[in-house]
């Protein structure tokens, strides 16, 4: 995480493109056959969890 946190500081410029990527390639690395239905439900039950948190945090910051 420093490691990517200096990134970010010192090249703005290409820290976010290389940053994503490499949260893909340790995504894919770490999560097993996104087809496989148990993978899916899984990755869609965190996306709706941190949309649901999102939505919270930006409604209290309004």
């Given at each position: 995480m420093s490691a990517l946190?200096?990134?970010a500081r010192?090249?703005?410029a290409t820290a976010a493109l290389g940053?994503?990527?490499s949260i893909?390639?340790?995504?894919?690395?770490v999560i097993p056959d996104p087809d496989d239905a148990d993978t899916a439900?899984?990755?869609e039950t965190m996306r709706d969890e941190?949309?649901?948190m999102a939505?919270?945090?930006h409604g209290a910051h309004q």
């Open positions: 946190r200096d990134w010192d090249s703005p940053i994503a990527r893909i390639r340790f995504t894919a690395n439900d899984t990755l941190h949309l649901v939505a919270a945090f």
